[in-house]
């Protein structure tokens, strides 16, 4: 069975560093590969998809991900992080032999910016 | 364009209670899902609907159970409603059925069982 591991649980950074956070996969089909994020008393935002095609993908609010096969992995990045980009990051799976739009989601990874 | 919009916002049973939620997708969408999300357990899949028929089901007991209107509406029902219940509920909309279907989220319902 398929499913998603983000590494890790929280994580602290200061404003205009770089962030990157961490998803790990496990499938033994293809998959198409997803991040939300989730501000507070909110639902969830698609913050980008991979498909098909580019291994890297580009992002509304500055973020990409690259999806790397081999390591069956799709690490979320930004260059330089705002205090508004605080909040609950969701990796989540789909896979080719699936019927549906059903989403396996990671834990989550809180990203906590700070001044 | 209104997004998925999930009624009511928050709502307070106790134990052994039913509540039903209902979720109504973004126009044109005709595919909707159901997740719980709660602290222990993270986000988890419920059940999906396309054209007013149970498409996929998640491991969850009998006593979760959904529909979808003619409208591509949909509401779920919870009985006999459990502590363990209590979590925030969020529903998704697609454009249709398919795999590469990006499910776009409502701001959810949350329940809270006393």
């Known amino acids: 069975a398929q499913s998603v591991t983000q590494l890790d649980s929280q994580v602290p950074v200061f404003e205009e560093a770089p962030v990157e956070l961490r998803c790990n996969y496990s499938?033994?089909?293809?998959?198409?590969l997803f991040w939300y994020v989730q501000y507070p008393n909110q639902g969830l935002q698609l913050l980008l998809k991979?498909?098909?095609?580019?291994?890297l993908v580009k992002g509304i609010n500055g973020f990409e991900a690259e999806f790397n096969k081999s390591q069956t992995s799709f690490h979320l990045r930004k260059p330089s992080v705002h205090i508004s980009d605080t909040a609950e990051y969701f990796c989540?799976?789909?896979?080719?032999?699936?019927?549906?739009?059903?989403?396996?989601f990671g834990k989550g990874t809180t990203l906590s910016v700070s001044s | 364009k209104a997004g998925v919009t999930q009624t009511p916002r928050y709502l307070i049973k106790t134990r052994g209670q039913q509540v039903t939620l209902s979720c109504s997708p973004i126009?044109?969408?005709?595919?909707v899902s159901w997740y719980q999300q709660t602290p222990g357990q993270g986000l988890q899949f419920l059940f999906e609907?396309?054209?007013?028929?149970?498409?996929n089901k998640g491991n969850f007991p009998g006593r979760f159970s959904g529909r979808q209107f003619s409208n591509s509406r949909s509401e779920m029902n919870v009985s006999t409603l459990e502590l363990g219940d209590s979590a925030l509920y969020l529903c998704?909309?697609?454009?249709?059925?398919?795999?590469?279907?990006?499910?776009?989220f409502g701001d959810g319902t949350r329940l809270s069982i006393l």
């Open positions: 499938s033994s089909v293809s998959v198409y």
């Open positions: 998704a909309s697609s454009p249709g059925w398919g795999i590469n279907q990006p499910q776009h």
């Open positions: 126009s044109g969408h005709r595919s």
């Open positions: 991979y498909l098909s095609g580019s291994t």
């Open positions: 989540a799976v789909r896979t080719f032999n699936q019927a549906g739009t059903a989403l396996i």
């Open positions: 609907y396309f054209s007013e028929t149970q498409r």
